[in-house]
């Protein structure tokens, strides 16, 4: 079954090297990408009550240029890899951004979201990152990855996986980092930032249930001590050279911490690797 995939633009160079990225990710994989670029004119959304024909002619004036500008994006990603394999669609929605990627998520029943680290800007100024951030953390049906700006591609050999082993875990919210490490012949690093000298026995089922899960892949665990979680994310990256940082984002202590503002801005926007964000599944 080839991959859905949803790709963030607003045409920046951001944007841009994230579509990069998603091209060379799925290199020789059937898939059909999905880019979407938002124009939300203060309110006056199709679903807003609001909506006026002032905020139709906006839209309508805005759309030929979009239009340009996604003729010129494919073109531009076609000098890098026309893969006869790969199908494009481009989407112009009038609609805040976390409900228009909702809505084509839905729709199109996408796999997952990729998007440049800084954030949409959705046609509008908005603050530093923030869009970013919405997606990473509101976005509930499928995972998203966010790709730095100045990260090159390659080949992802080593995914840095953080976890308190507190949570028991689920083969479908870990469904996509399997199949990328099946894919890549990825090794996943599971790293502990220890807080006791032992695991509690929840804490031991926990991780006997992820070797299990974990069983068809290439994995490895660690144990750091003495460092803040972020601290050791980002010691393990370096010293390792790993290639990818994943999450499962949660509602628990581990992951409140992981997605405060200071470490969501080290994570996401000042890391030199890519961060994927997987969905928790009750």
Same mark, same amino acid.
């Given at each position: 079954?080839? #991959? ?16 990069? +990225?998603?091209? @060379? ?14 124009? +939300?004119?203060? $309110? +006056?959304?199709?679903?807003?009550h609001n909506y006026t024909d002032f905020g139709r002619r906006t839209f309508d004036n805005q759309e030929p240029k979009t239009e340009e500008q996604f003729k010129s994006l494919i073109e531009v990603l076609n000098l890098q890899s026309n893969d006869p394999i790969h199908t494009y669609n481009t989407i112009f929605a009038n609609n805040a951004l976390l409900e ?65 082993? #507190? ?8 469904? +996509?980092?399997?199949?990328?490490? $099946? ?13 006791? @000298? ?33 601290? $050791? ?17 949660? #509602? ?15 994570? $996401? ?14």
């Amino acid at each position: 079954m080839d #991959k859905r995939i949803l790709i963030l633009t607003d045409f920046s160079k951001e944007a841009l090297n994230a579509a990069r +990225y998603a091209l @060379d990710l799925y290199a020789d994989r059937k898939c059909t990408f999905y880019f979407l670029n938002t124009y +939300y004119a203060d $309110g +006056y959304s199709i679903d807003s009550h609001n909506y006026t024909d002032f905020g139709r002619r906006t839209f309508d004036n805005q759309e030929p240029k979009t239009e340009e500008q996604f003729k010129s994006l494919i073109e531009v990603l076609n000098l890098q890899s026309n893969d006869p394999i790969h199908t494009y669609n481009t989407i112009f929605a009038n609609n805040a951004l976390l409900e228009a990627v909702d809505d084509v998520v839905a729709k199109h029943d996408i796999d997952i979201i990729i998007m440049g680290a800084k954030g949409m800007t959705s046609s509008r100024p908005v603050a530093f990152g923030m869009n970013t951030i919405n997606v990473m953390e509101n976005s509930k049906a499928c995972p998203v990855l966010a790709i730095p700006e100045d990260v090159v591609f390659k080949t992802p050999r080593k995914i840095v996986f953080p976890t308190d082993y #507190k949570t028991p875990f689920k083969r479908r919210e870990l469904k +996509y980092l399997i199949n990328i490490a $099946g894919t890549h012949g990825t090794d996943i690093q599971v790293i502990h930032i220890k807080e006791s @000298d032992k695991l509690t026995k929840e804490q031991q089922d926990n991780k006997k249930l992820l070797v299990t899960l974990f069983k068809d892949v290439d994995h490895s665990f660690h144990e750091l001590n003495g460092m803040t979680v972020l601290e $050791g994310i980002n010691a393990f990256i370096e010293r390792h050279e790993s290639d990818m940082v994943a999450f499962i984002n949660q #509602k628990s202590n581990f992951f409140s911490r992981l997605v405060s503002k200071p470490l969501v801005k080290d994570l $996401g926007y000042q890391s030199h690797v890519p961060v994927l964000v997987l969905r928790h599944r009750v």
